[in-house]
């Protein structure tokens, strides 16, 4: 997690769960102070949430933008276009000292490029993110795709901002398709694993809540170990597997299960449909 501190304002077009799991990372860490963060939304029914936070909230998208130094755009993405041709009617314009980031998945970075020159002279300086849910505990994974215009400062600013929330890694935008298929998807093909292993305790004669817990918390340290320790998965399973023992018999019955490939399929049929999105 990082410990920098960012003397930035910060402005969320939309302000729903992810830019609210965003910004939160960012006060909790210590990042921004949450004078400097703002939002807006077409509705005040998340009013509450941002004010009760000492952050700015209003239903002015404008107000948003042009007190910011980086905009989030993160309203969903069908919803995009139509809010910058509404401030483009209004005539508004802003100019290219705004760092723009996208959280709106599938949006690529040369239409995100031509929808905000609409409301600017010159855009130069436009980000494409993937976070996933798990930003909402700090414990994200965020791939990240700059525009030529970005500079050094840009990236690190960027990398700040999201390393409150978790991991953040650049990557080329041909593999963000791949990336959202893998860790934006991944969190719901964990959830299932950690509620099947739940349901194996209960049917072996745990309770419930304590089946549930532990298998949750097994899979975080099981994580750990991945992260932390430095040492392949394969090698980790061997250190669990004793000969003859439960463990091997166990994964026996996952491998005629077909597990691993049932996971393979689902990321490339993840990655597959994140394409076809990607060209409506």
Not at 136 to 146: E, N
Not at 203 to 220: I, K, N, S, T
Not at 241 to 265: D, H, N, W, Y
């Amino acid at each position: 997690m990082t410990s920098t501190k960012l003397e930035t304002k910060i402005g969320f077009v939309g302000g729903g769960a992810m830019a609210q799991a965003i910004a939160q990372g960012l006060v909790t860490s210590g990042t921004v102070l949450p004078e400097c963060i703002m939002a807006s939304a077409t509705s005040s029914r998340f009013e509450d949430w941002w004010t009760s936070r000492k952050m700015n909230f209003t239903t002015d998208n404008h107000s948003v933008i042009s007190c910011s130094e980086v905009v989030f755009l993160s309203v969903k993405p069908n919803l995009y276009l139509d809010m910058l041709d509404t401030l483009k009617k209004e005539g508004r314009n802003y100019d290219s000292s705004k760092l723009w980031i996208s959280i709106m998945a599938g949006v690529v970075v040369s239409d995100l490029t031509t929808a905000i020159s609409k409301v600017t002279d010159q855009v130069g300086r436009v980000v494409r993110s993937m976070p996933n849910t798990p930003v909402k505990v700090r414990k994200g994974s965020v791939a990240v795709t700059f525009s030529q215009g970005c500079s050094t400062l840009d990236r690190e600013t960027v990398t700040t901002i999201f390393s409150s929330v978790g991991r953040c890694t650049e990557v080329p935008e041909r593999l963000q398709n791949a990336f959202a298929a893998m860790a934006g998807s991944g969190p719901a093909y964990i959830y299932q694993v950690i509620e099947a292993l739940a349901d194996g305790g209960v049917m072996m004669g745990l309770p419930r809540d304590l089946a549930m817990e532990h298998a949750a918390a097994m899979v975080e340290g099981a994580a750990g170990m991945v992260l932390e320790g430095g040492k392949h998965p394969a090698a980790l399973k061997d250190e669990v597997c004793s000969p003859g023992g439960s463990t091997i018999r166990g994964v026996q019955k996952l491998e005629e299960g077909g597990v691993r490939a049932a996971f393979m399929s689902a990321v490339q049929a993840a990655a597959e449909r994140n394409e076809e999105l990607g060209k409506k």
